[in-house]
């Protein structure tokens, strides 16, 4: 069965600081990858999506996401968060073709001011 | 994009007894999917509602216990059945809009068994 692993599951971090949450998935065909953000006291929203094309996706709020193949990876990163970051963080994967989403567990991040 | 709204926003129920939670999406949609989110844990799949089919369950969910309605494209309900304290979560519900695969979600429904 397909799995995504998020490996960090609460991050606290200072202002300014840069991150790096990652997100590993267990399919090894085409896939649809995404990240959504839950703030506080808000419903998930999408982040930033990859389908095909450029590996490195950019989103919302300065969030980027780079998908390596051979790693079966797609990492989240963003060079300096702020306050606002502070949410949880859950990466997901639909293989190709398939209507199904897999979440991983979520990360939450705490930004310190 | 979509905006999605759901009844009840939370709920305390008690053991036995059943809830319905709806779902109004303000554009047609072909495909509206259930999650169930526990205490600590990610989204689990519940069933993929169809409109104008039966809903499709994941395994470990049956129709009994979740039964779901479509009967339009811009609206399903959830029914959770004979409750027990384990099915206290918060249960989600997400559209998928046109050809790609993202999904967008609703506020969610916390309910409580007691």
């Known amino acids: 069965a397909q799995s995504v692993s998020q490996h960090n599951h609460h991050v606290i971090l200072s202002e300014a600081a840069s991150l790096e949450l990652g997100c590993n998935y267990s399919?090894?065909?085409?896939?649809?990858l995404f990240w959504y953000v839950q703030y506080p006291g808000q419903h998930l929203q999408l982040l930033l999506k990859?389908?095909?094309?450029?590996?490195l996706v950019k989103g919302i709020k300065g969030f980027e996401a780079e998908f390596i193949k051979s790693k079966f990876s797609f990492n989240l990163r963003k060079p300096s968060v702020q306050w606002s970051d502070t949410a949880e963080y859950f990466c997901a994967v639909a293989r190709g073709g398939y209507q199904k989403v897999t979440f991983g567990t979520g990360t939450k991040l705490q930004v310190i001011p | 994009s979509a905006v999605i709204s759901q009844k009840p926003s939370r709920d305390i129920c008690q053991r036995g007894t059943s809830l319905t939670i709806q779902c109004q999406v303000d554009s047609q949609v072909t495909m509206m999917f259930w999650y169930r989110q526990q205490p600590g844990q990610s989204l689990t799949l519940i069933a993929t509602?169809?409109?104008?089919?039966?809903?499709?369950?994941e395994s470990g969910f049956v129709i009994d216990k979740f039964p779901i309605s479509r009967p339009n494209l811009t609206f399903s309900t959830l029914t959770v059945s004979n409750m027990s304290p384990e099915d206290s979560s918060i249960y989600l519900c997400s559209v998928k809009t046109g050809g790609g695969y993202e999904q967008y979600f609703g506020p969610g429904t916390r309910l409580t068994v007691t």
């Open positions: 990859y389908f095909s094309g450029d590996p």
């Open positions: 399919y090894g065909g085409t896939v649809n």
């Open positions: 509602a169809n409109q104008g089919s039966e809903a499709t369950y």
